[in-house]
């Protein structure tokens, strides 16, 4: 480019090859070698595709690589690791040094990646608790929970328990995790997001809107005030049982001959006689839960069935009692108010919302809401998030790291077989060495699908 942004013509390259295995390789020797790969023809390259993995070459680094992501490197894909490395570092030379170490001073500050890379790479040296080291390796880099370990914001839009020090959104934190779930940030805490923090309020003013109806007609659905649901709960108990009973003294009561049938027949009293029996025999609730009569209240005392004398027993106390005073005995049509009592009360239950909250209680639910903590959480996550292009430079930065200290290999393996041929030196695609009668074979490639082989 020249200084108005123009492409410029550049000068022709001159590369060395030589003949080895066959056929003529390129001879991949500087960077600037490296830097023209994308004007030498593809016919002179050694491979024009390799895996991801079975390679005895980091496979980090060759996912990186793999910009589509289907297990395979191709030509553009190599040509487009080497444009970028040319844009953040600033002497392609140092990529035939193979070093694990990247020094500082290599990275080029005056292109705005580069930049970014730089003041990137020295945030993970002090989040490492080394901000005087002059080079950052890939085991500084790989480890991101380390390197974020100290650190309450890293702009992953996620906020942990301890990202802040207000003991009152430190709870609603606690809260959204609880009833909401959470995602760990990159430091592997748990913590919540914008999108769980919306969902968890969202939720509260359902909750909260959802009782104000019931609240409206107290009248109707909270017919025991606060000992409602409780009363609901020993009605939904007994209901079913309840109902039997009225209907089979219905229909005595329609026919006088069905009493016999509609009791307990004397076979089933001997059998149950041959039994130890508790109250709590499925036998025994099986049973009516009073003898059978033509239009006969239920006895709320005496002679009841023992499997349910308990419930009984808490529907006199919870129900019978506040409704119709202390009375020993449940009429059909008192049995039938009691079911349109708790009629409402079902289908405002039915219609229940914010389920997801309900166990934080209606007091907390309306405390949290009637707080500033959406505000304030909301303003953590911004904040968090201001640091968003700092913290992704940080995994560039890891590639960075990577392509240095792999680039070159990969190349010496792919546009030329260099390694192969070189004395000393193995391939990637070289696996281990085969030792059989008495001598080794160095030439040992992986085989994924032996079944195809044998």
Same mark, same amino acid.
């Given at each position: 480019?020249?200084?108005?942004?123009?492409?410029?013509?550049?000068?022709?390259? &001159?590369?060395?090859?030589?003949?080895?295995?066959? !056929?003529?390789?390129?001879?991949?020797?500087?960077?600037?070698?490296?830097?023209?790969?994308?004007?030498?023809?593809?016919?002179?390259?050694?491979? +024009?595709?390799?895996?991801?993995?079975?390679?005895?070459?980091?496979?980090?680094?060759?996912?990186?690589?793999?910009?589509?992501?289907?297990?395979?490197?191709?030509?553009?894909?190599?040509?487009?690791?080497?444009?970028?490395?040319?844009?953040? +570092?600033?002497?392609?030379?140092?990529?035939?040094k193979r070093a694990s170490a990247l020094p500082l001073s290599a990275i080029d500050e005056t292109t705005p990646?580069?930049?970014?890379?730089?003041?990137?790479?020295?945030?993970?040296?002090?989040?490492?608790?080394?901000? *005087?080291?002059?080079?950052?390796?890939?085991?500084?880099?790989?480890?991101?929970? &380390?390197?974020?370990?100290?650190?309450?914001?890293?702009?992953?839009?996620?906020?942990?328990?301890? =990202?802040?020090?207000?003991?009152?959104?430190? /709870?609603?934190?606690?809260?959204?995790?609880?009833?909401?779930?959470?995602?760990?940030?990159?430091?592997?805490?748990?913590?919540?997001?914008?999108?769980?923090?919306?969902?968890?309020?969202?939720? +509260?003013?359902?909750?909260?809107?959802?009782?104000?109806?019931?609240?409206?007609?107290?009248?109707?659905?909270?017919?025991?005030?606060?000992?409602?649901?409780?009363?609901?709960?020993?009605?939904?108990?007994?209901?079913?049982?309840?109902?039997? @009973? !009225?209907?089979?003294?219905?229909?005595?009561? !329609?026919?006088?001959?069905?009493?016999?049938?509609?009791?307990?027949?004397?076979?089933?009293?001997?059998?149950?006689?041959?039994?130890?029996?508790?109250?709590? $025999?499925?036998?025994?609730?099986?049973?009516?839960?009073?003898?059978? %009569?033509?239009?006969?209240?239920?006895?709320?005392?005496?002679?009841?069935?023992?499997?349910?004398?308990?419930?009984?027993?808490?529907?006199?106390? $919870?129900?019978?009692?506040?409704?119709?005073?202390?009375?020993?005995?449940?009429?059909?049509?008192?049995?039938?108010?009691?079911?349109?009592?708790?009629?409402?009360?079902? %289908?405002?239950?039915? %219609?229940?919302?914010?389920?997801?909250?309900?166990?934080?209680? +209606?007091?907390?639910?309306?405390?949290?809401?009637? =707080?500033?903590?959406?505000?304030?959480?909301?303003?953590?996550?911004?904040? *968090?998030?201001?640091?968003?292009?700092?913290?992704?430079?940080?995994?560039?930065?890891?590639?960075?790291?990577?392509?240095?200290?792999?680039? @070159?290999?990969?190349? /010496? /393996?792919?546009?030329?077989?260099?390694?192969? @041929?070189?004395?000393?030196?193995?391939?990637?695609?070289?696996?281990?060495?085969? @030792?059989?009668?008495?001598?080794?074979?160095?030439?040992?490639?992986?085989?994924?699908?032996?079944?195809?082989?044998?």
């Amino acid at each position: 480019m020249d200084g108005n942004g123009n492409e410029t013509s550049r000068t022709p390259h &001159k590369w060395r090859f030589a003949r080895v295995g066959g !056929f003529d390789q390129v001879r991949l020797e500087t960077g600037a070698d490296l830097l023209d790969l994308d004007r030498l023809d593809q016919k002179l390259w050694a491979s +024009l595709s390799c895996p991801t993995h079975g390679l005895e070459l980091d496979p980090r680094t060759l996912e990186l690589i793999d910009s589509d992501g289907d297990g395979r490197i191709r030509v553009p894909e190599i040509l487009a690791a080497v444009k970028w490395i040319e844009s953040v +570092l600033k002497n392609a030379d140092d990529l035939t040094k193979r070093a694990s170490a990247l020094p500082l001073s290599a990275i080029d500050e005056t292109t705005p990646e580069g930049g970014q890379l730089l003041a990137s790479a020295k945030q993970i040296l002090l989040n490492l608790g080394k901000p *005087d080291e002059a080079f950052v390796t890939g085991e500084d880099t790989a480890d991101t929970v &380390k390197i974020f370990a100290q650190t309450k914001f890293n702009g992953d839009g996620i906020i942990p328990f301890d =990202s802040t020090d207000d003991e009152h959104l430190q /709870n609603v934190i606690k809260d959204i995790m609880e009833c909401i779930g959470s995602e760990l940030d990159r430091s592997g805490d748990p913590g919540i997001t914008q999108e769980k923090m919306d969902q968890f309020y969202a939720e +509260l003013q359902d909750y909260s809107d959802w009782w104000s109806q019931a609240e409206a007609d107290a009248a109707n659905i909270l017919a025991f005030g606060d000992a409602t649901s409780d009363a609901a709960e020993i009605f939904k108990a007994v209901k079913a049982k309840v109902d039997d @009973y !009225f209907t089979r003294c219905r229909l005595a009561e !329609f026919d006088s001959g069905a009493v016999g049938p509609l009791n307990p027949s004397a076979e089933e009293y001997q059998a149950l006689a041959r039994k130890d029996l508790s109250a709590a $025999a499925e036998e025994l609730a099986a049973l009516p839960l009073a003898a059978i %009569g033509a239009g006969k209240a239920l006895p709320l005392e005496g002679g009841l069935n023992p499997a349910w004398a308990d419930w009984i027993s808490k529907l006199r106390t $919870a129900i019978v009692t506040p409704m119709f005073g202390d009375t020993a005995t449940l009429s059909a049509g008192d049995w039938a108010l009691i079911s349109a009592r708790f009629a409402a009360f079902e %289908g405002w239950v039915a %219609g229940k919302k914010g389920a997801a909250v309900e166990k934080l209680g +209606l007091g907390r639910v309306r405390e949290i809401l009637a =707080s500033s903590t959406k505000e304030s959480l909301t303003a953590l996550i911004e904040k *968090d998030k201001l640091l968003e292009q700092e913290a992704n430079a940080i995994a560039s930065v890891d590639k960075l790291v990577r392509y240095h200290r792999d680039l @070159y290999t990969l190349l /010496n /393996n792919f546009a030329s077989f260099q390694d192969f @041929y070189s004395p000393g030196t193995k391939a990637i695609f070289q696996v281990g060495s085969l @030792y059989i009668d008495g001598r080794s074979c160095d030439l040992c490639i992986k085989v994924d699908d032996i079944a195809k082989h044998s």
